[in-house]
């Protein structure tokens, strides 16, 4: 199992690693292309879209094809694609590369979680999903931190092309990996046919009837939904936010987005362990500890955005960095303990329930996105207006909260007692 869960960790890496690294180079690459540095964000946020909708076609395949061999393949297809990126030419040219490659990322993320499922009891979810939080986040640094760095001495192809490199290794250690049956780390279910849980993670409209059953599932999926059009943007831009608005180079720009967001990494197994530990005596633990990081994660995302609106002086940025920082370490131990609760639900929604999880906060980063492209136009060429705007909105995402904590311990229960 440790090789399994190391394959799928390194996949995670390189594919969140893949979403983020044309984004600190929108100015050069712009530039380099002659169109506006805004549509680089409607490029990035139309990736996550493709990447999505594909995941349903990824889903159906899923019924005839093993999550193994889907993997191979859509991570073989993103990596072949994002090589080719580096011939592009003008804006449309970027954008077709970019949405055919979002058509293999769009399986990855999904297919990983679905494993991660069987691999991983009920009671060790949090951490593990913890752990791939982590991971995510460090990738999503990691393209960050390539483009942001090889920017100021090489071209923007460079680092487009090192992560294709590292997607196709990635190709072939997934051979290695030994896929686990379907509801077999579920100590909290009776054993069930894996004929009727089927091999794929996809949305089956006959399970929607039952899943509105457990209403506290439903209102999980509306946080992610609304959280994510809040704060969804908030770390892709960040490099080209600092660049654009206040003059800073892009290796500096860099190292504070290392500093602020690399807290992420260790908050997602941080808080995935602190959750675990709270559910054995609490049901409603894990989402108090997500209430109480969603509630302080944007008061000090909110401060620290108005900050530079006051002052540049060097004082306002270091107070500015250990503001954003907590914020950013708050908000690194949200989604675990989602995707841990959600892992309640029985086998045979479960594929349904963790795609539209996924569906959801993708489809919300995107709208982040286009709201952040949107406020730049609206305040001359300006991303922080943006940045304090979308903190205030991630506040209001708290009053979500209040129903899902009512109504999970009795949704556990039913569930338990096979009334869903």
Do not use: H
Not at 21 to 31: D, H
Not at 236 to 264: E, P
């Amino acid at each position: 199992m440790a090789k399994n869960t190391q394959i799928l960790a390194i996949l995670t890496l390189f594919s969140s690693t893949l979403f983020s690294i044309i984004t600190p180079m929108a100015f050069e690459i712009s530039s380099a292309l002659s169109f506006d540095e805004n549509q680089v964000i409607f490029i990035n946020s139309m990736f996550l879209m493709v990447g999505a909708i594909s995941s349903l076609f990824w889903a159906f395949l899923g019924d005839k094809i093993s999550r193994k061999i889907l993997l191979i393949i859509s991570t073989l297809e993103w990596s072949i694609l994002t090589l080719l990126t580096i011939f592009s030419t003008n804006f449309f040219s970027l954008l077709m590369f970019q949405l055919i490659t979002a058509i293999g990322f769009g399986a990855t993320l999904p297919l990983i979680f679905s494993l991660t499922v069987d691999l991983v009891g009920s009671e060790n979810r949090g951490k593990k999903f913890g752990d791939l939080s982590a991971i995510y986040v460090l990738g999503n640094g990691l393209g960050q931190m390539l483009s942001g760095f090889l920017i100021d001495y090489y071209t923007w192809q460079i680092p487009l092309i090192i992560v294709s490199i590292c997607g196709l290794f990635c190709t072939g250690f997934l051979f290695l990996v030994e896929e686990p049956a379907r509801g077999a780390k579920d100590d909290l279910y009776k054993a069930i046919d894996e004929s009727a849980l089927g091999l794929g993670y996809k949305i089956k409209f006959k399970d929607l009837k039952q899943i509105w059953k457990v209403k506290s599932t439903i209102w999980i999926l509306l946080l992610n939904f609304a959280m994510f059009i809040s704060i969804g943007a908030i770390s892709s831009f960040f490099i080209s936010m600092l660049k654009n608005d206040y003059g800073v180079s892009s290796t500096l720009a860099t190292m504070f987005l290392i500093i602020i967001f690399g807290s992420q990494v260790p908050a997602g197994p941080i808080f995935g362990k602190l959750g675990d530990k709270k559910y054995k005596t609490d049901k409603k633990g894990r989402m108090k500890i997500v209430f109480i990081c969603l509630l302080s994660g944007s008061i000090l995302y909110i401060i620290a955005f108005s900050l530079l609106f006051i002052s540049n002086e060097f004082s306002i940025v270091i107070l500015f960095i250990i503001l954003a920082l907590g914020g950013a370490f708050l908000f690194g131990g949200i989604d675990p303990l989602t995707q841990a609760t959600l892992g309640i639900n029985p086998p045979q929604i479960r594929s349904t329930i963790y795609s539209l999880n996924y569906l959801t906060y993708t489809f919300g980063r995107s709208i982040s996105l286009l709201l952040l492209g949107q406020f730049f136009i609206a305040f001359n060429n300006l991303y922080s207006p943006g940045y304090f705007i979308l903190s205030i909105m991630a506040l209001t995402c708290t009053l979500l909260l209040i129903p899902i904590v009512r109504l999970l311990p009795k949704d556990i229960d039913n569930i338990k007692s096979e009334k869903v």
